[in-house]
């Protein structure tokens, strides 16, 4: 990770105007998003998006060839390019054949991705964007740091203070005045220009139709009062049918700025007459830059889906915290980060893809329904293939797969720190490591792992067998939680086979791009989970669950090695997390509950993959309130702690800030005991409130169940 | 008027539309010339009303229309859009669940007087009152018409620290007049 980098970093989270406004932001969004979708059914919505976009995709040249045909029919020029510079140059001749001096521009972030102004500018043109955002970054001499609000970092103040300098003086820090005066100033430039730029968010390809949004009015006055109108259009902005422009013209404004619908929508079929009845010039300038090509990635021919809203971004624990501009200079966030290895360079990316926690928010609103966490990962993958891998990881991962090795080596390092323990944590580490437990104290590693303790258990015969997979934490720092399980288990009259093969579930390798390695890790715990006849393989750590049910299979898959699916999805199939297990259990009356118990508050926290990959969150709720707990639910329960493996680890200036706000959370509820299902959260959670001297007890629901069930 | 004009105005509200409905196409144009007096609409720059021609205009003298209110004009170009405070037009559909007006605006008479006063008085015949988008964007015909306007409430912007300001480029305000076509029951 480069320096500069990691610096930006730092000074965003530490930047208080920054992060307010991004963090009210989004807490804001979430509850208008919502709310602007009371009466829609989403799920059914992003369906049919990806399902035209996805259509688009696959015939993308064959889009663009009816689209040309239908708009030329009407009078309009269209112009089809790979490369930006020919479009950069088709607009600069097209400037001078006409005389123009000066050029108005709605948002187009096409142009952004072109340096589009730049290029006019240094030619002696005018360039002046409209939409006032833009203008403002324009005018401060800055790039946008969100897609649909660029200049969402800025403060009220520091936008007076650019009019005063770049404008006039006298303007006051008042937004309503600001934005009077921002009108004021751009009239004029939308009188006087003699070319208008805009980007489409919809070309229909079977009436040759540009559908554009916006709010201010600004896309109308540019497509309206110049005599020449320059639409530059993404291919990934065609679609077939005009009835395509349903769905995307309902989602878009819910998802971008949970309006119903945008102030303004103009759909441009043609060219229309100026004032004097000349007919206006109209080119559309369709831009490939790579699209074509990202349309034929097996992987990534899903970013095609994106409609550019942006809730990526606005969802997204990491965004709110660093804002854009640590992402780079025109795409931002998740969906921006596989834009720019794309449209720009998959090393340029190489930074920003480190930003993704993997917690999959934005998954969930994605009117795409465009798997970002897993397209950064394969970014990952693809960097790692192209740089290697570094030494010191391979000597990593070659001690993580020999679970003994590894256990004797954290225990002996744990042993060495014993001075500086206090109870079950690590607080301090030395030198270079000193930032793991900077924000939270570290559990003490187990004197025996779960797979010795476990041998221990006087366990009753029982019929059915159930294999557990116990995962780094709980094998070697958490034991206690696995004790628990085989508890709860054999009170339900199941014996718990804990397999000595298990490794590694490889997730760590996967999150660094290492495939190979993560497919070893697969093959071996294949081998050893399926061994034994058992009725269900459970885990109590939702991202070692992810990994058997859903990431062993597609390791393999992008490793092309399909020999190993049979067996990935024969596991997959007994896979289980520990709370639906619990639950499934409980329904079946084979559990029961001691009777009448009135337990007092509880707060719950969703752990990323339990509830947003394997869609459990009721169940461990349900099975809380059965046993006689009042839940206090906490204020963004889904939110990510922060953890996300070796996030925490490689950067704590966010991770810290996350776990920060989730603490923030918990301590509001005024319960006495937070529960989650992750062994994982419970190490961040944990730590976090013991380095800050909390009472509040951080366990995992196996702990908290096993002493609640008959 | 039944639940789907409720809806539309439930909705064009909730986005800072004000709405009216007049049975009488004449109610409907005394309110507009009584708004237009009320609002300082006077026979100097900046000043001026704009009535790009329209359905609602047929059968109505314009010429004493404009003699009885100096200032508005039927006379609809850059110069007078510009220096225009109020601009008026009518438009072809209206869709209730989103509270938005739709209006085949090729000619640009109707963008100027849309686009560039501060505020627009958008007129409306009742039974032109769909529910919804899907609705709505079957009425409307791209091959012919090259350009549509979806005009939902009055120009609006929240760039600056996300706090909601109404009026950027296009109207501040956006007044919405239903009427209903002679003979029709609704």
């Known amino acids: 990770m480069e320096t500069k980098f990691r610096e ?65 029919a009407r009078g309009t020029k269209v112009f089809r390019t790979n490369d930006p510079a020919k479009v950069r140059e088709y607009i600069l001749n097209l400037a001078r054949a006409n005389g123009v001096k000066s050029i108005v521009k709605s948002k187009s972030m096409a142009s952004e991705e072109i340096h589009l102004n730049k290029h006019l500018e240094v030619a002696g043109i005018d360039v002046g964007e409209t939409d006032l955002g833009e203008w403002i970054i324009q005018l401060a001499g800055q790039t946008p740091s969100h897609m649909v609000m660029p200049a969402i970092h800025m403060t009220k103040e520091e936008v007076a203070t650019v009019f005063n300098e770049q404008v006039e003086e006298g303007q006051k820090p008042d937004i309503p005045k600001l934005v009077k ?50 639409a530059i259009v993404g291919l990934e902005k065609l679609m077939e049918k005009f009835d395509d422009v349903v769905p995307v013209l309902t989602a878009l404004p819910k998802s971008a700025t949970a309006q119903l619908m945008t102030s303004y929508v103009s759909m441009i079929s043609g060219p229309v007459p100026n004032t004097d009845g000349t007919p206006k010039q109209l080119h559309v300038i369709l831009m490939d830059n790579r699209r074509t090509e990202m349309s034929q990635d097996p992987k990534f021919k899903q970013a095609m889906q994106c409609i550019r809203c942006a809730s990526c971004l606005n969802v997204c624990p990491v965004f709110r915290l660093v804002g854009g501009h640590v992402f780079g200079k025109i795409y931002t966030g998740g969906i921006g980060t596989i834009l720019t290895a794309w449209f720009d360079a998959l090393k340029a990316s190489d930074d920003i893809q480190s930003l993704c926690i993997q917690c999959g928010n934005c998954t969930e609103v994605c009117p795409g329904k465009i798997d970002i966490p897993g397209l950064i990962l394969e970014l990952r993958r693809r960097i790692a293939v192209e740089k290697g ?28 720190q014993k001075p500086l323990q206090k109870g079950n944590f690590i607080r301090h580490l030395p030198f270079f490591l000193s930032d793991m437990t900077e924000f939270r104290s570290l559990p003490a590693i187990a004197e025996a792992p779960l797979r010795d303790t476990i041998k221990k258990i006087q366990q009753p015969a029982c019929k ?27 009170k339900a009259g199941i014996e718990v086979v804990f397999p000595e093969g298990q490794t590694c579930c490889g997730a760590p390798a996967r999150y660094s791009g290492a495939y190979e390695v993560a497919a070893q890790n697969a093959t071996d715990n294949i081998k050893a989970l399926l061994a034994n ?68 508050k509880i707060t719950y926290h969703d752990s990323c993959h339990l509830k947003r990959s394997l869609h459990a969150s009721q169940e461990p709720r349900q099975l809380l309130t059965q046993a006689g707990y009042e839940i206090s639910e906490m204020y963004e329960a889904d939110m990510c702690c922060g953890m996300g493996g070796s996030y925490s680890l490689k950067l704590p200036e966010i991770s810290a800030p996350i776990l920060e706000r989730k603490l923030v959370n ?14 994982g959260c419970v190490m961040q959670i944990r730590g976090g409130l013991d380095k800050q001297n909390s009472t509040i007890k951080v366990e995992h629901t196996v702990q908290r169940l096993a002493e609640e069930l008959e | ?47 001026y009303a704009v009535w790009a021609s329209c359905p609602f205009l047929d059968g109505l003298d314009q010429r004493q229309i404009s003699v009885s209110l100096p200032g508005l004009t039927f006379d609809v170009n850059r110069e007078s859009s510009a220096q225009a405070k109020v601009g008026i037009s009518e438009l072809d559909w209206a869709i209730a669940n989103t509270g938005t007006l739709v209006q085949d605006a090729s000619s640009i008479d109707k963008r100027l007087v849309s686009t560039l006063p501060l505020i627009h008085i958008a007129l409306v015949r009742s039974d032109r009152l769909v529910p919804d988008l899907p609705s709505a964007l079957s009425k409307i015909r791209p091959e012919q018409t090259n350009y549509i306007s979806f005009i939902t409430g009055p120009s609006r912007t929240a760039d600056i ?21 002679p003979g029709s029951v609704n």
């Open chain 1, 389 to 416: 891998q570094p030494l010191a990881q391979k000597a990593i991962f070659s001690v993580v797969n020999n679970r003994r090795l590894f256990h004797s080596m954290l225990r002996a390092a744990y042993v060495m």
């Open chain 1, 666 to 679: 918990i301590k509001k509820t005024g319960a006495p005991i937070a529960v989650m299902d992750c062994p």
């Open chain 2, 1 to 47: 008027m039944d639940g789907v004009f409720e809806t539309f105005k439930a909705r064009a509200e909730a986005v800072n539309a004000e709405v009216h409905h007049f049975p009488q196409k004449s109610e409907a144009l005394a309110f507009i010339l009584t708004y237009l007096n009320d609002t300082g609409v006077r026979d100097v720059p900046q000043a």
């Open chain 1, 533 to 600: 006849d058992v009725s269900y393989v459970v885990s109590a750590c939702p991202t070692c669950t992810v990994a058997l049910k859903h990431e062993f299979i597609s390791t393999f898959e992008s490793l092309g090695q399909t020999d190993s699916l049979p067996c990935a999805q024969q596991l997959a199939d007994k896979v289980i997390d520990f709370s639906s297990l619990v639950k499934k259990l409980v329904d079946e009356g084979r559990l029961k509950f001691k009777e009448g118990q009135q337990l007092g």
């Open chain 1, 8 to 72: 930006s970093i730092v000074k965003a989270v530490h930047n208080p105007n920054l992060t307010g406004a991004l963090g009210r932001f989004s807490e804001a969004y979430r509850i208008s998003r919502t709310k602007a979708y009371e009466d829609y059914d989403f799920e059914a919505l992003r369906t049919q998006i990806a399902e035209r976009k996805s259509y688009a995709a696959s015939h993308l040249d064959e889009l663009a060839d009816l689209f040309t045909k239908n708009a030329e």
């Open chain 2, 161 to 181: 620290e996300r706090v909601l300001t109404i009026g950027v480029h296009g109207p501040e305000k956006l007044i919405i007049v239903f009427f209903d076509r």
């Open chain 1, 464 to 490: 059915e067998k159930i294999a557990f997979y116990a995962g780094c934490l709980i094998d070697f720092a958490y034991p206690e939680m696995g004790e628990s399980l085989v508890k709860i288990m054999n």
């Open chain 1, 181 to 230: 005066f921002a009108r004021e100033k751009l009239r004029t430039k939308f009188l006087c220009a003699e070319m208008g730029i805009t980007g489409a968010n919809i070309a229909v390809a079977e009436t040759g139709t540009l559908v554009i949004v916006t709010n201010e009015g600004n896309a109308r006055l540019v497509t309206t009062l110049p005599k020449i109108h320059v």
